[in-house]
């Protein structure tokens, strides 16, 4: 059988992929030790990044060229906009957490930020794609496993279940499904291409998830 482009940069960027769903803070959020105040400035970090998202998706919006996909990403952005911003307003509610005390201008937060932002400014439909599949790829893989665990902070287990929930998998595989089509008829230098951008994506999500350690 032949090898989608979706098997192809999976199995090509394998090692970093596995660093990326074996990261600490994974297996600490699967071990229910996650500590309190890593949980709260990933949350800082990661609700800034959902933001950028929706810019990054609104990128993607702009340079497709079919309708049915304009408006799936579209429904895309309603809920970056109407649930995981929702989630966080109401997580730094109940935390009393000011996003304002916090250091998002990390190194390893901001390269994750403007990385993925300049993949979606610059790049094409694809690029994106190939971008965003590896972020939500890489989410809902190890948050099926995760959302198994006894996970005991119910706002750490609500971020979870949401990553593991059918809807963000719908849009993980819809992610999956555009990168196969464009790995048809795509030639040996943009597969290489779309290739390079998940496991550069993967390289940013190891040192972002970092950053809340450090």
């Not at 999976?10 to 959020?29: P, S």
């Not at 304009?70 to 109940?94: C, G, M, P, S």
């Not at 005390?101 to 937060?109: G, L, T």
């Amino acid at each position: 059988m032949t090898e989608t482009l979706s098997q192809q940069t999976v199995r090509e960027n394998r090692a970093v992929f596995d660093a990326m769903i074996g990261h600490r803070f994974v297996e600490d959020v699967k071990h229910d030790r996650l500590a309190t105040d890593v949980f709260e400035r990933y949350l800082v970090y990661e609700g800034a990044f959902v933001d950028t998202a929706i810019s990054i998706f609104a990128y993607a919006v702009a340079k497709a060229e079919r309708i049915e996909h304009k408006r799936w990403l579209i429904a895309v952005l309603d809920a970056l906009a109407n649930q995981q911003i929702a989630y966080f307003e109401k997580t730094f509610a109940a935390r009393g957490i000011d996003p304002a005390n916090f250091n998002v201008s990390r190194p390893e937060v901001v390269a994750f930020r403007s990385g993925m932002l300049e993949i979606a400014r610059d790049g094409t439909f694809f690029d994106i794609v190939a971008a965003m599949f590896a972020a939500e790829w890489m989410y809902w893989t190890w948050s099926k496993e995760a959302a198994t665990c006894r996970i005991s902070d119910p706002l750490l287990k609500e971020w979870v279940d949401l990553h593991a929930h059918e809807d963000f998998a719908a849009q993980a595989l819809w992610l999956r499904d555009r990168l196969d089509e464009a790995g048809a008829t795509l030639d040996v230098a943009g597969r290489i291409k779309l290739s390079r951008i998940f496991g550069r994506v993967q390289s940013l999500e190891v040192a972002f998830h970092d950053a809340p350690y450090l």
